[in-house]
């Protein structure tokens, strides 16, 4: 008995039956003492609740909601309004954050400089006070409606939205939308097609050119077949408010300026590295053989530049995601706002409610681990 | 055959050195660049000199109430008046010294550490001085004043939270490390199915778990203190952080190392305590140093739940009627020192990284 | 345990997953032996040594080293690692730790010595290899060759009947591999049982009593030194010794 004790492989079977069981008893205790206390405070239990009337009014809904609806409704509204903000906020971080990195790069030392001290600055600041400033310091400076600040006439802002026209869903603006789409797919086509030129004759054929033209003619002459009338619904002062338009609330601005400016800093430095991991040595070669320092940057650079980036570039996404729950802060209407914290509050069902938030979240991030691991098996396949 | 003079070292032609040459170089080598130079030096103009103009020139430093604060600045009486508040939250003005104390300890403590070269009397110290610290922020024994945590707040809570998450999640975290890289699949499953949940989540969720529900895990009678609470939402947190960060150290660990250990008789522990981990942690430093920084900008977050951290004494400041609108000397002031401690930091951990750089070549 | 074996290898066979790496290895070796093990890469010269002092476990056969049993048992692996000492090619010195640091850590933590003795020790052995001026370096400050003859150094500190080299001149500039060389050549004098694996010819010629040659993971041929080298009788080694020796 003792010999077998000091087996290693014994050793190691008894000490996981110890864990095991050693967490079992820790959860039966955790459990049943739940089962108390939850019966004791007069807690109900289980996902009925998700069917009762939630009692509250949400004022930022993409889909429609009323308080008559159920909680299993507001949690929808919460779902898409965290989809929303993390949509919008990913396109315009990396918009700022490529700018920033590669601006950090250049060869005047002014511009290098300001964006060194951008990211020095805004990454040191915690997203949260960054979130509060501009809700409680700018968004609040903003005037009252009677005197908002226009643009051209149709573009208000003050101290309740940013108010903007929306033009209406007829044949200009369907016909609008399929050019711009359709210039996105020939885009995609007009590559591939170029590239197989390229290798057959040799002959190159400037892609960018063309689809940065295209993105523009196409939905000019689009517009005009369509019957060139957007019909726009404009946003009008009347009495204390505006009517018409869409109202974009200070919460959302607030909650999005605040992680674009949070998040393209860390984008900035991913970039950063990617191109200054390229060696110099990569791009003398690339000299040394006669490319243009354009063909350098697109065949050479970029390409590997691109492939360091991207995993920490989308572990910051993931990060986006998560601190967009810090909207509970300012009251911006998503998932944790809403249903973890006012769903919560009326119900008490808080076990439900929170596992329910975190799955959501812990799916986005399986969803962004698994395409993170595609990423990195195809760059793998491709560096034999 | 020819034999050489030797030549003379002399100084570069004035025209490839100096200001002029730099400037030319870096600013103006281009129209382009020349441009961006402009467009820089433009956009300094519109952002420095306004706020220089509000922060110093128009504002008001000296006074005690609103009414003199006249200029169209910036009204620092109010940091002034205030500043208790920023600093200690509600602790009751008579405790004030025990706090003041902490702080000359410690900056003695940090001080006299560099004298002391062994490193199982250093840590003693820094325990002991954790432990003291404690004792006398709370009190309640050795005729202190006992201070309830609810009046605790300002940065020290900030420093509180933040510190008391360090040091906890650290061996937490290294026992995690451990547990991932372990073969026993049990072990390795539990951890790594901890560290994933936990980075999965963002910490608000955590920080509500932990508010919420974790008082219904334990009977009745055992009550949590809402600081506790937050304390251990976010010890869990950060050890999964640190856990990953340790990992990526270990992983840095060649084979050989472990083979070399075993082969000298070393048990299981001892191996991983004497030889494993010290190299590793080497590794991760730097890693590591950035999740504390991230720690320590995590603490705001304990506003959400009710506790009142640095960040929420600006509005709780602004909200006095006599000092109404307020808010952005507030935040200015919270900024600046968020962004010190953070900056001064991440400074530190790059001359950490330097360190360490030359150390294992 | 025949009366002067010290080490007993009977009908071993190891396998990687599906990978058949030593096959029906038999081998003995007597107390005060040196044995050179020689092969090409991939013949399992390493993994065999490895077995003897548990670092590779083996699925069949039996390896009895000094009465003890190599099996899954932690008592009998703390004392079989207690009486062999294993120098490795790519030295495996602790970097983080000084030059003396490194030899005193296993006397202080596994036989729980004074901190004076195993420093005292510790500084016999240094000398012994010749560089006890180095002691208070740190490894990454020494060249290879002298961070080989510290690795010998620490094996040395726990006084084993057995040790078991790994390729230990592979990893080192061709200027330092004499240095590393002379000291086990010293060594073999003292009446040490040494396995080593190893292509250095020169060694195995002037103090092997035994070279073996391993191939596909079986002993091929075993003869003492001079008979190895200058009559192979096996067609391997023949191409094998063509191989080596024509540099």
Redesign the interface.
Known sequence: MM?AL????V?GILFQILTILGLIAFLWYIGSNTMTNIEQRGIRTGFDFLNSTAGFSIDETPIEFSSTDTHGRVFLVGLSNTLIITFFGIILSTILGLIIGVLRLSNNWIIKKLAATYIDIFRNIPILLQILFWYNVVLSSLPSPKQSIDFLGSIFINNRGLYIPTPELNSTTISVLLGLAATVIGAIFLNKWANKRQEKTGQDFPVVLAVLGAIIIVPIIAYFIGGANFNFDYPKLGGFNFSGGKVISPEFLALTFALVIYTATFIAEAVRSGIEAVSKGQKEAAASIGLSSYQALKLVVLPQAIRIAIPPVINQYLNLAKNSSLAAAIGYPEIVTVFAGTSLNQTGQAIEILAITMLVYLTISLVVSAILNWFNHKMKTKER | MAVYEEKQTLEAPSSTKGFIHWAKENLFSTPLNTLMTFAGIGILYYIIPPFLQWAYFDANFAGTTKEQCTGDGACWIFIKMKIDLFMYGFYPQEELWRLKTIVMLFIAMIIGLRFIKKGSIKFLIITFFFILSLILVTGGIFGLEYVATDRWGGLMLTIIVASVGIVFSFPIGIIVAFGRQSNLPIIRSVCVTYVEMIRGVPLITILFMSSVILPLFFPEGISFDKLLRALIGITLFQAAYVAENIRGGLQAI?K??Y?????????YW?KML??IL??AL?VAIPNLVGAFISLFQDTTLVLIIGLFDLLSTVTIAAADSNWLGMETEGYVFVTAIFWAFCYGMSRYSNKLEKQFDT??? | MENNNVIEIKNLNKWYGDFHVLKDINFEVKKGEIIVVCGPSGSGKSTLIRCI?Y?EQFQEGTITVDGIQVV???????AL??DV??V?Q?F?????LSIVDNLT??PI??KKQPKKDAIATAMKFLDRVGIAEQADKYP?QLSGGQQQRVAIA??LC?NPNIMLFDEPTSALDPEMVSEVLDVMVELAKEGRTMICVTHEMGFAKKVADRVIFMDAGQIVEENTPDKFFDNPESDRLKLFLDQILSH
């Open positions: 010999r000091r087996n290693q492989k050793r | 060649p050989g190392q083979e070399a250990a075993d082969a000298i008789g070393l048990s001892q004497l030889v010290p190299q080497k150390n294992l070549k | 002092n670092l899954d048992d932690i008592k009998k692996i703390k690692r207690e000492a294993m490795f790519h495996n010195l602790f970097p983080h850590l296993s933590w596994v990454n620490r094996s726990k």
